[in-house]
């Protein structure tokens, strides 16, 4: 495992925007509706989305996340695929974001991910990125994970989802009464 990440960390970097960029999974691609992608992949399952959870009615947008199992990629065999939606209120079919690819066979997927895209742009301990004119790719070590993420798509979501915690002036902690530390004068 050493081994693997010091392969990780010394893959050559390469230059922003120097990849050839994925366009979504297959034939699903960014921006493409949820219906359109359904009638693409009839096995596409829905799994429980964070906003769904929530239960708040004024939430700007709503998440979605359909999942295909047993997936090829490439070499890649037997992956699971989630495929991650969004929608404002006024569309009431979301499209589609970003890609989600959880391998088994880890060892292959960097090697994989460089030989379609050539080296990362960045290398942390904790990941790998290629940075794209439209997609930024990100994988993480010995994982089997990474994903596709449209990014004028992906900055939207963050951005609006900040923009309402930021409106809705989340508080950092719980109100009420609240017991002073076991060690703490009183």
Known sequence: ????????????????????????????????????VQSLY????????????????????????YRLDHQAFGPLKDCQIDLHFVATKTPSDPELYEVHFLCPDKR????YLQDLYGGPTTATQSGLLWTGEKVDITEVPNT??????????????????????MSHNQPAAP????APPANSPQ
């Open 42 to 65: 009839p096995k596409l399952a829905p799994v429980s989305s964070p906003t769904a959870a929530t239960n708040q009615a004024d939430l700007p947008l709503t998440l979605h996340t």
């Open 1 to 36: 495992m050493a081994q693997l990440v010091a392969l990780t960390l010394s893959a050559p970097l390469q230059a922003s925007g120097s990849h050839k960029e994925p366009d979504g999974f297959a034939k699903a691609k960014f921006g493409m509706r949820l219906s359109q």
């Open 175 to 178: 109100s009420g009464d609240v």
């Open 144 to 165: 089997g994970a990474f994903l596709f993420g449209d990014k004028v798509r992906t900055a939207q979501v963050h951005l609006t989802l900040l923009n309402y915690l």
């Open 108 to 111: 292959k997927v960097l090697e």
